[in-house]
């Protein structure tokens, strides 16, 4: 029998709980950002007298409801979100068994149809998961403005954060520059990166994709795809000995917070050759013009503490995966939410 993700060994808190009474975690971008306006700018509303039933009804025995008594439904425990549930069983599939380093990341961009090039209208009124994906691409890619926009408002997050009556999780704030050189060595792709002003090579890896799920949101502007991929260190290849068959310029703003990193990237890759030279061509090699594409991704920074919780479902221990996987997907949709 295969192992599954069940939501219902973690301890019972979360659930049984009313969500106006959990204690709310600092990590959370959607839990920071609030979504919903101020009070000062909040309408106001009069409550309404409470219900008097004719004398000689058969409703003057019944007490009045307290609607901050009422149950959370006929069992008594709040269900799980769909969606929730499903990043969570796909993470926990996909985190089987894995020791080395993972990569997890949320981008956001756009599904795109692939005969179409425009970006998918399904017949749906909110955000779900889309699993027929043979048709489609995922641009992770946002327009100048967009870019500007959240650049300003994780600005903001810094500040607030600072403030000396802020109570939750600091956001820390760094920019670097940093250029990707990817090398075909053996069949294998490898990327070397170097800080961009001192030439320091950073890091060299290979990646193997592992999974990923593309969410459709027809009530935002961008959509999210959710990818895991495994990394490897090797060794740098010889330079003179191979040529890079494509490089990237990241200019990035990187926002972190508890186990997260909020990447927002404008990359720049050159003009290029589209992969290996062909021996047998005549004429001049052909290339591709330079691109420019401004990304945000999610990525988390301490992935081992998520396998950890996974394995503590796996033992049928107290964990707090759902809460991880809650708080990821939240921050996630908080992003999209605000894209212009």
């Not at 996909?94 to 005969?115: A, C, N, P, Y």
């Not at 917070?257 to 090699?285: C, I, K, M, R």
Request: some cysteine; proline content about 8%; glycine content about 4%.
């Amino acid at each position: 029998m295969s192992e599954e993700y069940n939501p219902l060994r973690k301890r019972q808190r979360a659930e049984d709980t009313p969500e106006f009474q959990r204690r709310v975690s600092a990590a959370s971008l959607s839990a920071i950002i609030n979504p919903d306006p101020p009070e000062s700018l909040a309408p106001s509303f009069s409550p309404s007298p409470p219900f008097q039933p004719r004398q000689g009804s058969p409703l003057a025995d019944v007490r009045p409801l307290s609607l901050s008594r009422m149950e959370q439904n006929v069992f008594g425990s709040r269900p799980a979100e769909d969606i929730v549930r499903l990043v969570a069983d796909f993470m926990y599939t996909h985190l089987k068994d894995r020791t080395g380093s993972i990569e997890i990341e949320g981008k956001l961009g756009r599904l795109v149809d692939k005969r179409s090039g425009l970006r998918i209208n399904l017949p749906v009124g909110c955000e779900t998961v889309y699993t027929d994906d043979k048709n489609i691409r995922f641009e992770s890619n946002m327009t100048v403005q967009q870019h500007a926009m959240f650049n300003k408002l994780l600005n903001q997050r810094v500040d607030e954060t600072r403030r000396p009556d802020f109570r939750g999780s600091r956001i820390e704030y760094k920019h670097t520059k940093e250029i990707d050189h990817f090398y075909r060595v053996e069949g294998t792709r490898l990327r070397v990166t170097t800080d961009k002003e001192s030439g320091q090579v950073l890091a060299v890896i290979t990646k193997t994709k592992i999974a990923d799920l593309n969410i459709y949101s027809p009530r935002t502007k961008l959509d999210i795809r959710i990818t895991i991929n495994e990394e490897q260190t090797v060794e740098r290849p010889e330079i003179d000995a191979h040529k890079p068959i494509l490089e990237r310029h990241k200019d990035r703003l990187s926002y972190k917070q508890d186990l997260w990193s909020f990447d927002l990237t404008q990359v720049v890759s050159p003009e290029h050759e589209p992969g290996p030279l062909n021996p047998y061509a005549t004429g001049p090699p052909k290339t591709l013009p330079a691109v420019t594409t401004h990304e945000l991704e999610l990525e988390v920074a301490q992935p081992d503490i998520w396998l950890a919780e996974r394995a503590k479902v796996a033992l049928n221990k107290p964990n707090n995966f759902h809460e991880i996987t809650h708080t990821f997907l939240g921050n996630l949709r908080a992003l999209a939410k605000r894209a212009i």
